[in-house]
């Protein structure tokens, strides 16, 4: 699976990379905060996103009827 990672904390985001590695998950980006997480042409190609629960990103944005995610700067 291609996954596409936001996260503030260094060292749980490179852990959590390490992790998704060894379940043989291919990290295709991996970033600080939602707003680059959704910016980077990377993120385009993954099968999953993964980001905070507690960032303004974690509001149900994705529209379940179109199959999009938001554009940058859409909450």
């Known amino acids: 699976m291609r996954v596409a ?3 503030d ?3 749980f985001r490179e852990g959590l990379v390490m992790l998704l590695d060894a379940a043989g ?3 295709v980006t991996c970033v600080a905060d939602g707003d680059t997480l959704f910016e980077a042409p ?3 190609t993954a099968d999953v ?3 905070p ?3 303004p990103w ?3 944005s994705w ?3 179109t199959g999009c995610w938001p554009g940058p700067g859409s909450r």
């Open 9 to 11: 904390g260094a060292l």
């Open 63 to 65: 529209s379940a009827d």
């Open 49 to 51: 996103a993964v980001w």
């Open 5 to 7: 990672i936001a996260e």
């Open 53 to 55: 629960g507690s960032s």
């Open 42 to 44: 990377e993120t385009s």
């Open 25 to 27: 998950h291919e990290v």
């Open 58 to 60: 974690s509001t149900p």
